[in-house]
């Protein structure tokens, strides 16, 4: 699949809101909702949150109050850099990185996502 029809699928999270976060062992998940369709964004190299210039990854103390703080938060926009960065930023000024560099993975996927409820695969990035 080309980069840009990746960003596109990246792209559909905009104008949703993050329903739900669940901690799973070593990745995270997100669940994007809006009135017509939902998403669930899978990460297995765990993000990063950028909230007030100050920017939370695993290990610090308060990640996990940052991830969850971004319930309903609406997504403004969301980016790919290939072999960077996925980017997405939140009417609240937030913003969830995940690492898309080979010296930060954690396995052969960065992140998935997927269409909820009918589970049907989108998009993987490595």
């Not at 990246?10 to 809006?34: C, K, M, N, P, W």
Request: net charge negative; charged share 20%.
């Amino acid at each position: 699949m080309s980069d840009n029809a990746e960003s596109l699928h990246l792209a559909r999270l905009v104008g949703h809101d993050v329903s739900s976060i669940v901690f799973v062992r070593d990745y995270v998940q997100l669940t994007f909702e809006s009135d017509k369709s939902s998403f669930r964004l899978t990460c297995f190299t765990m993000p990063t949150v950028t909230m007030s210039g100050t920017t939370t990854k695993l290990g610090q103390p308060k990640y996990r109050d940052a991830l969850c703080d971004l319930i309903d938060k609406v997504v403004q926009s969301a980016t790919e850099r290939p072999r960077d960065t996925l980017a997405i930023n939140f009417n609240s000024g937030a913003c969830l990185n995940v690492s898309l560099r080979p010296e930060d993975a954690h396995g052969p996927e960065a992140a998935m996502l997927t269409d909820e409820p009918s589970g049907k695969f989108c998009v993987v990035w490595q």
